[in-house]
Nanobody, 124 residues
């Protein structure tokens, strides 16, 4: 049974930082592109970023470029989302995702597995 379990969400003031983690189990982690999506209240789910199988390549949404960094540790089956200079508009539930791939061709459009999400709230 595949599980993606997010952690690290919480309440932070604008300008602050948070690091989200996603622990994966039940799948060959190094064979999956890992990524993050988010969904704010009343808005559609939005792609945040994805990282290649080895962690060498990454793709981020324009809205978070220069502020968010996605990385992975294949030895720990964990993917991270380091968020800095947080803005009120970053408030959302953040979801960890996984897509099987044999090589990096940019961020996939479709993902095989989704986590339950972790809430990030940024106050002004």
């Amino acid at each position: 049974q595949v599980q993606l379990v997010e952690s690290g969400g919480g309440l932070v003031k604008a300008g602050g930082s948070l690091r989200l983690s996603c622990a994966a189990s039940g799948l060959p982690f190094s064979s999956y592109i890992m990524g993050w999506f988010r969904q704010a209240p009343g808005k559609e789910r939005e792609f945040v970023g994805a990282v290649s199988l080895s962690g060498v390549y990454a793709s981020n949404a324009d809205s978070v470029k220069g502020r968010f960094t996605i990385s992975r540790d294949n030895a720990k089956n964990t993917v991270y989302l380091q968020m800095t200079n947080l803005k009120v508009d970053d408030t959302a539930v953040y979801y960890c995702v996984a897509a099987w791939a044999n090589r990096w061709q940019g961020a996939p459009r479709n993902y095989d597995y989704w986590g339950q999400g972790t809430q990030v709230t940024v106050s002004s």
